[in-house]
T-cell receptor, first 114, second 113 residues
Framework: DQQVKQNSPSLSVQEGRISILNCDYTNSMFDYFLWYKKYPAEGPTFLISISSIKDKNEDGRFTVFLNKSAKHLSLHIVPSQPGDSAVYFCAASAFPTGTYKYIFGTGTRLKVLA | DGGITQSPKYLFRKEGQNVTLSCEQNLNHDAMYWYRQDPGQGLRLIYYSQIVNDFQKGDIAEGYSVSREKKESFPLTVTSAQKNPTAFYLC????????????FGQGTRLTVV
């Protein structure tokens, strides 16, 4: 049972344009959502997060939007740069339940074309 | 430099042998995690530990074992019972509190031949 889903395995975007990566979740107990960036043969690096009490969080070129009613979040990267090419993972946690764990999606491979 | 160290980066083992992957952190984090990455499957949770001397099974714990005798260390043993052990293994840690992120090591690529 995939609780966090990233339905687009890959995305190609032209340099300078906006990249939009999507993520859906099924567990309404999730209250904290994270995005990670990963290069091949390396560990994921934390990018940006959002608490369920917010609907938007911005950090430089990266913005995460949360729609709780739709159980959907998205990561916007603008403008996209070739160095943004990587696999992006969405993750969710539900610490109030005491589980102290992060559940990850399957990832979206972003390719930014120069 | 604070961080999470996984060793070795590449590991080769013969089928039927147990192998232990090392994970050490000097971030003073209470919680530690082991994930496995396979192509197209994302990161799947194997085991996690909220505190020393305590750990819980994740979604794919069968064929794996862990220990948490020290706060800094969370070794993972891949046993011969694990049917498909070849994968990229990632260790992570977090402060273990609400609304905080996990930090990852660089991973260990295990190949069983």
């Amino acid at each position: 049972d995939q609780q966090v889903k990233q339905n687009s395995p890959s995305l190609s975007v032209q340099e300078g344009r906006i990249s939009i990566l999507n993520c859906d979740y099924t567990n309404s107990m999730f209250d904290y959502f994270l995005w990670y960036k990963k290069y091949p043969a390396e560990g994921p690096t934390f990018l940006i997060s959002i608490s369920s009490i917010k609907d938007k969080n911005e950090d430089g070129r990266f913005t995460v939007f949360l729609n709780k009613s739709a159980k959907h979040l998205s990561l916007h990267i603008v403008p996209s740069q070739p160095g943004d090419s990587a696999v992006y993972f969405c993750a969710a946690s539900a610490f109030p339940t005491g589980t102290y764990k992060y559940i990850f999606g399957t990832g979206t491979r972003l390719k930014v074309l120069a | 430099d604070g961080g999470i160290t996984q060793s070795p980066k590449y590991l080769f083992r013969k089928e039927g042998q147990n192998v232990t992957l090392s994970c050490e952190q000097n971030l003073n984090h209470d919680a530690m995690y082991w994930y496995r990455q396979d192509p197209g499957q994302g990161l799947r949770l194997i085991y996690y530990s909220q505190i020393v001397n305590d750990f819980q099974k994740g979604d794919i714990a069968e064929g794996y074992s862990v220990s948490r005798e020290k706060k800094e260390s969370f070794p993972l043993t891949v046993t011969s019972a694990q049917k498909n052990p070849t994968a990229f293994y990632l260790c992570a840690s977090s402060v273990g509190r609400k609304d905080t992120e996990a930090f990852f090591g660089q991973g260990t690529r295990l190949t069983v031949v």
